[in-house]
């Protein structure tokens, strides 16, 4: 696999230091509408700009559910043999909510890789917490060759312009590696709705927006 390191993984003692504040400061709680998963999640008061300004510039996305997450996260668990016996890989996985879900749904080895640090700390502790394992990667796969492996899920990446045309070249080689590729998103402003076939919607709720809930869809892009 062809990896551009984003930045190098952080020293044991820091790592231990973010896991200890997200135990201490972002309760368990199980999904929305995925009771089968449970995830240290984002609450009021829970401090999140102490720990961004004292160790990262990145804004805590792993630290909330997002809805194109969460509509890949259940279909893999209503639909087990997409995923079964398969080996994943979660882009952008953020709290790792479909790397688990691919997990539980059977998959035969599951890789979970995010840009941040932070999140690669909250993924271990969520995979943990759910009894399952998933390799965790810091990485930026998105300018590199296609991973060795049989199935691509990517929730919420095309909310910005440049992430998107990165992602859907990534995404391109994949496909011409013979790699499946599933898409999870509420339809953001750059979602390459051309490149995709809806297979499933899902009502779900979505990163600030508390208490509602939005449809998401569960793609095929090809």
């Known amino acids: 696999m062809s990896v551009s390191m984003n930045e190098p993984n952080e020293p044991g003692d820091v790592a231990d230091d973010v896991a200890a504040f997200i135990v201490a400061n972002l309760p368990v709680a199980p999904v929305t509408g995925i009771p089968e998963i449970r995830l240290h999640g984002a609450r009021p008061g829970s401090g999140l700009r102490r720990l961004t300004e004292r160790r990262s510039k990145l804004s805590p996305y792993w630290a909330y559910q997002w809805a194109g997450g969460a509509a890949l996260a259940r279909h893999l668990l209503d639909n087990p043999e997409t995923v079964r016996g398969r080996s994943v890989l979660d882009l952008g996985a953020g709290c790792g909510l479909v790397a688990i879900a691919a997990a539980k749904a059977g998959a035969g080895k599951v890789t979970a890789v995010d840009i941040d640090a932070h999140a690669i700390t909250a993924l271990r502790l969520n995979a943990a917490l759910n009894e399952v394992a998933v390799e965790p990667l810091l990485a930026d796969l998105t300018g590199g060759e296609p991973p060795h492996v049989d199935l691509l899920a990517v929730g919420d990446l095309f909310y910005e312009r440049r992430l998107a045309r990165r992602v859907s070249a990534f995404l391109d080689r994949c496909l011409a590696a013979g790699i499946t590729v599933l898409v999870g998103d509420p339809g953001r402003a750059h979602l390459p709705r051309e490149r995709l076939s809806v297979l ?18 569960v793609f095929a892009f090809g």
């Open 200 to 217: 499933a919607e899902y009502s779900v709720t979505d990163f600030g927006a508390a208490g509602t809930t939005t449809s998401a869809a």
